[in-house]
């Protein structure tokens, strides 16, 4: 499995980053989690070709994880020209929000008649769920989104990607981590141990020990964190890059 970084920033940009998306290429297929609203011209910029992806899972709904789906898919449609099938597997309410968002940006759009196959699929949280014969399971965290905020585990039956989506402190987060070859974890703030959605370094870096992941990147930071990012190499941990590549 690996890895490339194409968006790590906040829901603000904060650093110039990209918004959530992180690409993933197994022996299987090409899948992206997450989608944020500048996901789209990032892939440009890294010379990723979106018509290589076969699905997006998303992780919860709010724009800076899901908001440039309207984007892509028009993209494929009108300039990519694309054929093959798309899979959007999401939580609860996926279809209902994307269709909103589509709308709301290309009114009639959802009218359109698709010149390629794509569908969504709603994924039952924690239900252990097949996404191109992956493995996907999703825990419910801390975050409000209008729908289920899930963290997930993404297996291709060698390698486990893990991921927490935006969330404040939950223990849940601990199973999720578990064993994974990589646990991704949104650390939004350097300190605050109270911050409404969102965690804090301060808090992280007293969980460390019990994360279990092999390996544990951090991401989704605003600028107190950006600040310190050697601080948080030397407690041991990835810190998230657009354009980082890693094999997992």
Known sequence: MKLTIVGSGDAFGSGGRSNTCFWLETAKSTIVVDFGASALPALKVLKLDP????????????GDHFGGLPFLLLDYQLLARRE???LIAGPPG???RLDAALEV????STGSKWRFPW???EIAVGVESDVLGHRVVTTEVLHKSGAPSTALRLSDGEKIFAYSGDTEWTE????VAKGADLFICECYAYEGTKISGHMSWEIIKTRLPDFGAKQMMVTHMNQTVLARIDELRAAGVLVAEDGLRLDI
């Open 94 to 96: 996926t279809r209902e």
């Open 119 to 121: 569908r969504v699929e």
């Open 51 to 62: 018509n290589r992806i076969d699905a997006v899972v998303l992780s919860h709904l709010h």
């Open 172 to 175: 849940a987060l601990l199973a």
């Open 84 to 86: 093959k099938p798309l």
């Open 105 to 108: 940006f290309f009114p009639k």
